[in-house]
Structures are given as structure tokens and as C-alpha cells.
């Protein structure tokens, strides 16, 4: 890949994404697959005014000997220090920056339970730091490619030419061509107008149909607003913390959601593919569930706590997206999930309330917004989805059509 197109993603990271302020501090979260990609990152960060960034090297292959050699005690410990850190990072507002590239397979074989029970036992104590800091600083996730993850994404090629491709499909995803921060800007402005319109309608519930037997309303919250691409954190700083992103997302009413729905994409899911599965609402909550494959993760996923069997997203995403275009499955949830329309379970998001960053989470939590220590994203768009949005005045209005945009 050529240095000069990896300069503009850089940039893009760090402006666009990120927009790190002067004298702020940066945590940078990059993989060691892409060291000279990160250094380019890093200088971008400083260029742009941070005081300090901080870099912490990321190899996702390592992790499962951590859950295999520690003790669950150990596992399930935040270390002084590492609290310290966190404490730092709040109080800091410190812009975090995600340039990853999984494995897809690095968790295969590890022992999940204990995984799931580590994280579930930190969670009282890493949450509200999450929680502390939730609008008040900028975040962005992007990626770059690894060499198992290239090779999972194509299989035939030779290591150095799936490099190649998966740079090829990520730049692309992510609208680096001759000019990315103008495209971003275009791009920004058009799903920021998208979700006017929506938010203009009124809406009250999606009604969402496909030939493939998905057949789901989702009820939506008088406060609730649609939004996209950009984000603004209390104190005025715009964002991009996911790139790519294609999607304008709400968060339904907790407890409305009634009927069934077929995913229409694998789900890879910590180190498992969790294929062909369906769920049936029931107000709101997951009732039933089956995957033909990896099923139990998908039963333990909707019963990691309360909040995991309710709606905490829905996603709408042209099925002709970039994304989707170029026909790759990317067993990574920042791209698998702009590739069509979709639902997460769990955790709902406050700026899809209005006024919501205003609000405490009680207030939040009253007004239908779900919670959970997971968000996870699954894939629901077809080529016939169709979407139909009933507003509070009773009109109906359709939103989707054949798996696009009827507006
Ligand atoms: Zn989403």
C-alpha cells in the first residue's frame, strides 16, 4: 500500500475521527501488526495539538493465554493501577483512539465461561468509569489489516497478497480516495440528513418484513431521536467514533418488541461464528432462540444479565452500502455491521435520546433506554427487507424498500 494513501487514513483517524483537541491527552489503542501504521497515526495526534499520546500496543492472539493461565481471580481483577489509569482517563477526558486488527479465530478454543465470568465480575467496577465519561470525550474505532485476519477474510491468496486486499476493502470501506476528509464531510452531511427526516416523522414503531420469515415490530420512544456518523460530545466536539459507519441507529423502547427475526449474516461473536439463527420477542425481551450453529453462545450471550435479552439498537443500512458491495464477510463488527440493517442486544445509547446526554441514567432508564454489559450488533437486512414506520398521528410511511432507503 502506498505510503501517501496511508498518510490520508492516518489523518483521517486523528481529524475526523478522533478530532483530538490541543493539550488533550490521547490514549491510542494500536495493533503491533501495523506498527509503521500507527507511528503515522501517533505523529497525526500530535500534529493536531495532543498533549501526550499514550500507546498501547494490542495483539489479539495473546489474550487467550491470559484466560488460560490465570486464575479466575486473577481474571476477574482491575489491579490498582490499572484503576489508577482509568481514574486518570476520566478525569483527563482523554480521547481514545481503537486501531485494531483481530483475528477473528484469537479467542478459538478458549474457555469461554470463564472468560464471560471474568468480565462479568469486573464489570461493577469498570462500568461506571465507562459511565463517567459517556459524551464527555471523543472515540473512534478504525482498523487496519493482521495476517491471520487477511487470511480469514481471503482464504485463497497468499499471506502478502490478503494483506494487500484487506488494505485494499478497509481504505475503501473507509472513503480514503483523493480527498477523504471531504468525502467524510459529505458522507457526515448525508446521514445527518437522513436522520432529520426521520426524526421529523414522528415515529412510533418499525415494522420490519423480509421473504426470509423476519416479521418484527419495534416500538420506539416518544424522546427517541435517530442519529449517525457524527457525534458531540456536552462540551461541543464533533466526532467520528466509528469508521466506517453507514448507519442511522436509534434505540427502541425497552419492552417493545414483538414477533420474530432471522439474522441474515453470521454473528461472529468473541472468537465463535454464531450462523442461521432466529429470535422471537416477546415485549421486548427475547423469549426464544436458536442458532444451527454455536447456539450456546448465543443462549449464554442473551442471558449474561438482565439487560442482555432486550433491544439496545436498530440499525438502518442500505443493503447496497459500501460495505456490502464489496461481497466480503469481514468477521469484524465495525465493517460486518455497516454492510446492512440490523439490531443490537443490550446496552442502548443516550444520544439517541433527546437531550439525553443531559440526562441521568435513571431518567434514561425510565424512559425505555435498556442496559447491559453487552452490545452486540447482528445482521438483519435483506435485499427485500422492507420497513415500514407508523407514526403517532397513524400515518404510515415507508422507510426501507428491497433493502434500501424508500426516502
Ligand atoms: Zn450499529
Redesign the pocket.
Known sequence: MKVARLKKYAKLIARMGANVQKGQDVYLYGSIEQPKFIEMVTEELYKLGARRVHVKWQYSDMEKYHVKYQSLETLSTVETFEEEELKYMRDKLAARVFVGSSNPDALKGVNVAKMMSAQKAKAPVLKPYRDAVDGLHQWTIAAVPGKAWAKKVFPNERPAKAMELLWEAILKCARVDDDPIKAWEKHNKDVHDRCEYLNSLGLKELKYTSSNGTDLTVGLMDEGVFAGAVETTKSGVSFNP?MP?E?C?TTPKKGLAEGIVYASLPLSYQGDLIENFWMRFENGKVVEAHAEKNDERLQKMITMDEGAAYLG?C?L?PFDSPINQTGLLFYNTLFD??ACC?F?LGRGFNECVKDGLNKTKDELNEMGVNDSIIHV?FMIGTSDLSIVGKCRDGKEIQIFKDGTWAF
Request: charged share 35%; hydrophobic share 35%; aromatic share 8%.
Open positions: 466509528n459507519t448507519e441507529f439498537e440499525a443500512v455491521e455497516n440490523h443490537a450488533d
